[in-house]
T-cell receptor, first 109, second 114 residues
Framework: GIQVEQSPPDLILQEGANSTLRCNFSDSVNNLQWFHQNPWGQLINLFY???GTKQNGRLSATTVATERYSLLYISSSQTTDSGVYFCAVGGGATNKLIFGTGTLLAVQP | DTAVSQTPKYLVTQMGNDKSIKCEQN?????MYWYKQDSKKFLKIMFSYNNKELIINETVPNRFSPKSPDKAHLNLHINSLELGDSAVYFCASSLGTSRGEKLFFGSGTQLSVL
């Protein structure tokens, strides 16, 4: 099955700093999504991005499908950005998504 | 109104008991899922239903039985609970199963088996 690797596993930032999170996957996919799990456990869908670039406020994401990776950019980080960021890939006839192991982000004031 | 809602939020029970978790979505989606998140935060799909039909059934003990009475509801029943079943269980939904469907998650049910 598809393997999904995320890096770095942990990241500590000062408020206001920028960061880049990476997701590598082992096979071609037609579905790639980024999620944020906040400290209260809620999973929020950030982007659906199987290819190309999207932006939403301080967050943006780029997927280079031919090279099997995706990047999530967080600019001017805030303490509310803390939590775990997951990349999920897959799709196919059943829309089955395989999740990566996540990046744990802590933004300090 | 909450888009994907699960009940209960917390479930504490003894080994050997039978318990159910309920999930409902008001998004008009056709597809619903159950995911399990273990203590290391790893998320793994368990089941998926599309319009009440089971379409994904991962390697899950048969003590776990999903039921979808209609496309807006997907419940999870667990028999003879074991310590290893302790985890957070998330329900999710998507518009359908064609390529590129975004997943929307409920707030999770934290199951603790003592």
């Amino acid at each position: 099955g598809i393997q999904v690797e995320q890096s770095p596993p942990d990241l500590i930032l000062q408020e206001g700093a920028n960061s880049t999170l990476r997701c590598n996957f082992s096979d071609s996919v037609n579905n790639l999504q980024w999620f944020h799990q906040n400290p209260w456990g809620q999973l929020i869908n950030l982007f659906y991005i199987p290819s190309g670039t999207k932006q939403n406020g301080r967050l943006s994401a780029t997927t280079v499908a031919t090279e099997r990776y995706s990047l999530l950019y967080i600019s001017s980080s805030q303490t509310t950005d803390s939590g775990v960021y997951f990349c999920a890939v897959g799709g196919g006839a059943t829309n089955k998504l395989i999740f990566g192991t996540g990046t744990l982000l802590a933004v300090q004031p | 109104d909450t888009a994907v809602s699960q009940t209960p939020k917390y479930l504490v029970t003894q080994m050997g008991n039978d318990k159910s978790i309920k999930c409902e979505q008001n998004l008009g989606h056709d597809t619903m899922y159950w995911y399990k998140q273990d203590s290391k935060k790893f998320l793994k799909i368990m089941f998926s239903y599309n319009n009440k039909e089971l379409i994904i059934n991962e390697t899950v003990p048969n003590r776990f039985s999903p039921k979808s009475p209609d496309k807006a509801h997907l419940n999870l029943h667990i028999n003879s609970l074991e310590l290893g079943d302790s985890a957070v269980y998330f329900c999710a939904s998507s518009l359908g199963t064609s390529r590129g469907e975004k997943l929307f998650f409920g707030s999770g049910t934290q199951l603790s088996v003592l």
